[in-house]
């Protein structure tokens, strides 16, 4: 594997990391109050595009890092709306 490949499967690895403290914060504490439902909304459609972009240009490592970044941002930005909405 070249090395600018390795590089960015670290960083795939280092950038799933990044939400799981809030996800487990929110899940222990049950809190959400100060846990901003814009940002999430603006992060998840960031990491929309973001995939759309990594499928077009057929880059592996950038569809999972999005993939699974979406998925978890988006447990975190359901779990806002449900809080802040009663959806």
Known sequence: MEFGYAIGWCGVAF???VPIPQLIKIIKTRR???VSLGTYSFLVCCLICYLIHAIYIR??????AQSINLITNSVIWILLMRHRYGL
């Open 15 to 17: 950038g799933l990391l």
């Open 32 to 34: 959400l109050s100060d």
């Open 59 to 64: 880059s592996a490592v950038f569809t999972v």
